[in-house]
């Protein structure tokens, strides 16, 4: 029996427990979990960002009914949620619960909601760093969707969880983690371009056992609202008006780097107070990266994408400045571990976890170099860690 069968055991299980309900009547969203290889915080910038899914996710047992409620239980949180589409509550920072009433709101802003679900979520994975809360959103609305009969593209689905995150939540974020999980195909890296939203499928090259993606949690989590991330987004914000106004542009109401062309960023930056000059410095370069980076994918050129991996991880230490001294130390050893072709901060990068490209045959140096210096450095979390190791996967689906 496969791990993800086991767990769908369990919730579906809990589910058929709770609701005496019947196996036949249950569904399942299967919602993975992503990595970005190159594209480090500039999606809210609208920059050119790449990603794949991978084979951990978010499942989601669910089941319709005619009145009207929604009830989740999850198997990391507790207590259940519980409400009714007619009432849904405002968001309470902190709750995990936020995401399904947000899903709900998101899918009334155009569609007549007639039935809830009842339903039990499951992650196999610790919170933090590979877009977890975005998976989750796009389960429940997949769940939703699929218990009032909607045919929602994905395109749409992707702007239906942005409206999770940015005005439900208030988080300013961009669109990669939701396209990635809505978009990625098994055997490809997914290339987007945040401000056209035109996406790329690009074939691997590689065979199954060529690399393997290693994901080394630091056992720190807490939600992107209280971290830095907004900070740095009105930050990227503020170095792109700077740099229009000198220049003699137009200011748009929205602003992003993506605005500001190469040959301003060129003319202006330097004129730019230093935090700021990081922040478009990181931009700008981690574009290059990207392009680079896909480049070296159809190559098949394993060793340069790793290079750009690494510093991709070091602009986003020294010039947009995330990250904290556990992520720092992770990937700083990964980035020494031989077999190990490149290693970066994953997701928002102030909290979760390091990603890296590995060559499968030194799994077992990885680990001891992560269990012999990581739990020293950094004994608050010797308890809490974790090293794992996963392939690409497949788009979110309702099984």
Known sequence: MSKDQQRIDQITGTLKERWGISEDEIRVVCSP????????????QLGLVTGMTIDCN??????????????????????????????VPARVPGDWGNYVRGAVVALQQKYDLQYGIYGVAHGDMPIGGL?????????????????????VPPLENIRLDQYIENVYLGLNNGILDQSIILLSNEKHLTYLDCQSVEVQMIDSPFQQNDFEIVVVHSGISETLVSTDYNRRVAECQEAARLMLEWAGYDVPDSLALRLVPEEVYHTYGRRLPEKLGKRAAHFFTEMQRVREGVAAWRKGDLDALGQLISASGASSINNYECGCEHLITIYEILNACPGVYGARFS?????????????????????????????????????????????????????
């Open 33 to 44: 979990l992503r990595i970005c290889p190159l594209g480090a915080h500039i999606d809210h």
């Open 347 to 399: 997701g928002a990068g102030f909290r979760g976890c390091c990603i890296g490209l590995i060559n499968p045959a030194y799994e077992g140096n990885i680990v001891e170099a992560i269990q012999r210096r990581y739990p020293q450095a950094h004994p608050d979390v010797a308890d809490k860690y974790g090293v794992y190791f996963c392939h690409p996967a497949g788009k979110a689906t309702v099984l």
């Open 131 to 151: 877009s977890s809360s975005a998976a989750v959103g796009v389960a429940y609305l997949l769940a939703l969707e699929q218990a009032n009969s909607l045919e």
């Open 58 to 87: 978010i499942l989601l047992a669910f089941v319709p009914n005619r009145e009207g409620q929604v009830w989740i239980s999850s198997t990391t949180f507790s207590p259940p949620v519980e409400f009714s589409l007619d009432d």
